[in-house]
């Protein structure tokens, strides 16, 4: 899954996972896991992560590598945030290739930038799940401040934060359009209207995976 910050891969990701019964592989988790639990890999990635830039292609490609090695993986994965740079994705068709796979559909959900900001900004996550994704005005929760799924309280990303909100936006965009380029180019790339509600999101995504284009 391809698509700005804010964009809903995370939200849609989850749904897609459940419903295709494949393992949803989010980089920005497994980052987020990593610097938690000061590991060698978060050490590396913290500053990158803190000030809303890229982690360097290498260490990344390293994080993902050894994801999509686990058993779980052997029958594909959703990727929610991976690749977001040209050499991360030529990385990922060589990793796949590897073992025998290949990227069977790059989904690029679109949204319009002043939505972005409102979306991220907005953006309210479990504590304990980071894949419980709320927002305070389009998903609200049922108790302010308390996850529907498993009543751990919520909260907001660091990077949540109006100035890394606009860096992330700044330095993450221009690669992004590179991958969809690069997806576009070999004949994978389905786009779909990301400023819809979830549920009709969901759908084209879903009509997407089901006849990919070719
Ligand atoms: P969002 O959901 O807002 O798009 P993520 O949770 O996917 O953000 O990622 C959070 C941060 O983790 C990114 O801003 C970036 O610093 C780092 N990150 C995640 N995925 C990648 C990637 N594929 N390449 C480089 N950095 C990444
Ligand atoms: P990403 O993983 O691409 O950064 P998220 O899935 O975390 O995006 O969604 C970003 C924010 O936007 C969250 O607060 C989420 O609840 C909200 N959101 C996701 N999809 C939609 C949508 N279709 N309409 C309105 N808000 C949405």
Redesign the pocket.
Known sequence: MV??????????ATLLAERLGLPHVAS?DLFRENIKHETPLGRRAREYVDSGALVPDELTIELIADRLGRPDANEGAIL??FPRTRPQAEALDKMLARMGGRVAAALY?DVDREELVH??S???ICSVSPTH???EV??PPKVAGVCDIDGAALMQRDDDKPETIRARLHKQLPPMFEVVDYYSERGVLSTID?D???AE?TDQLLHAVTSPAK
């Open positions: 698509g700005a910050p804010g964009a809903g891969k995370g939200t849609q920005g929610d945030g959900i979306r991220l907005g953006r309210w994704v709320y927002h389009a998903r990301g819809r509600p979830v999101v």
